[in-house]
């Protein structure tokens, strides 16, 4: 079962900008590299909606994929050597604040697996 770990978030102006993390620091990088990772937040009494995901890169450069809400102002991307996905998200607004969280799975090397989630709050 892979493992997943956020970390990043905080407390940032309307405006401003985070980059959190998704690492898995107990799966090997040839294993990480062909995980697809999406990044999903939940906001207090929302529904868990997805923001952006990236695709394996074992064999082929990774795509990636938005949120039309996301679209512009979030940028996903993979450092397989260090076994992480960053989401860049910049002119944050207070609409984004939430619980962010990243996944994996299910896929041949585990099933669904979620992280802990990483708290952003914007204030305006």
């Known amino acids: 079962q892979v493992q997943l770990e956020e970390s990043g978030g905080g407390l940032v102006q309307a405006g401003g900008s985070l980059r959190l993390s998704c690492k898995a620091p107990?799966?090997?990088?040839?294993?990480?590299?062909?995980?697809?990772i999406d990044w999903y937040r939940q906001a207090p009494g929302k529904e868990r909606e997805f923001v952006a995901g990236?695709?394996?890169?074992?064999?082929?450069?990774?795509?990636?994929k938005y949120a039309g809400s996301a679209e512009g102002r979030v940028t996903i991307s993979r450092n397989n050597s260090r076994k992480t996905v960053y989401l860049e998200m910049n002119s944050l607004k207070p609409e984004d604040a939430a619980v962010y969280y990243c996944?994996?799975?299910?896929?041949?090397?585990?099933?669904?697996?979620w992280g802990q989630g990483t708290q952003v709050t914007v204030s305006s």
């Open positions: 996944k994996t799975g299910p896929n041949r090397w585990t099933e669904e697996a």
């Open positions: 107990r799966t090997v990088s040839s294993v990480f590299s062909d995980l697809a």
């Open positions: 990236i695709s394996s890169s074992s064999i082929t450069n990774a795509a990636v």
